[in-house]
């Protein structure tokens, strides 16, 4: 059962628009998610996270919004720029008095910003 | 469809001692899979990249001997973590691509390591 899901595979937008990208999750425990960002032949960057205490958290043209009512949280970037093209791995975690329980991935969704 | 497994999910051992990490692709064959390693929080490093048939290719700083690599079927990788110390200790994450470094990879649940 795949606890985390990115039901889209994939997401084109237009340069200067903005890039929602969403993620649902079905355990209720995990408190911390994290979003990545992926080029080809790299490994996954980290890009923002936020806590299940907040339901939102800026970190410039970056903003994720977590809904826990409706288990969802989505990846806002605007405005979108052709450098963002990428797949974008949403993830979460239990965190057990402090400590950070195990990742659980998406299958990510590859962003194509086009100019 | 794309699922990757690994085990075990979690796995403590005595420092000194070897343990070894499976990863499998449960649905395809994976010519290509990729072996991460989590840090505290946030960033997650990629250790080394392997494909079927062939000797892993190791990222800068990550001992080769240490952390031994086989990629020996399209379904099946290995992490063998070998004189496990407490540094060791870490969340370790499989991924896996049908074709390649720039085709989709899709990420195991990972494993706990936790080396007393």
């Known amino acids: 059962d795949q606890q985390v899901k990115q039901n889209s595979p994939s997401l084109s937008v237009q340069e200067g628009r903005i890039s929602i990208l969403n993620c649902d999750y079905t355990?209720?425990?995990?408190?911390?998610f994290l979003w990545y960002k992926k080029y080809p032949a790299e490994g996954p960057t980290f890009l923002i996270s936020?806590?299940?205490?907040?339901d939102k958290n800026e970190d410039g043209r970056f903003t994720v919004f977590l809904n826990k009512s409706a288990k969802h949280l989505s990846l806002h970037i605007v405005p979108s720029q052709p450098g963002d093209s990428a797949v974008y791995f949403c993830?979460?975690?239990?965190?057990?008095?402090?400590?950070?329980?195990?990742?659980?991935f998406g299958k990510g969704t590859k962003l194509s910003v086009k100019p | 469809g794309a699922v990757v497994s690994q085990h075990p999910s979690r796995v403590i051992c005595k420092s000194g001692t070897s343990v070894k990490i499976e990863c499998r692709s449960l649905?395809?064959?994976?010519?290509?899979m990729f072996w991460y390693r989590q840090f505290p929080k946030k960033s997650l490093m990629l250790m080394a990249t392997?494909?079927?048939?062939?000797?892993?290719?190791?990222e800068q700083g990550v001992e080769k001997d240490k952390f031994l690599i086989n990629h020996a079927s399209l379904t099946l990788s290995t992490l063998t973590v070998t004189s496990a110390h407490p540094e060791d200790s870490s969340f370790y994450i499989c991924?896996?691509?049908?074709?390649?470094?720039?085709?989709?990879?899709?990420f195991g649940p990972g494993t706990r390591l936790t080396v007393l």
């Open positions: 936020i806590s299940s205490i907040k």
């Open positions: 993830a979460a975690s239990v965190n057990y008095g402090g400590s950070q329980g195990n990742l659980i």
């Open positions: 392997s494909n079927e048939g062939s000797k892993a290719t190791y």
């Open positions: 355990n209720s425990m995990f408190d911390y």
């Open positions: 991924s896996a691509s049908r074709s390649g470094v720039t085709d989709t990879q899709y």
């Open positions: 649905d395809f064959q994976a010519t290509t």
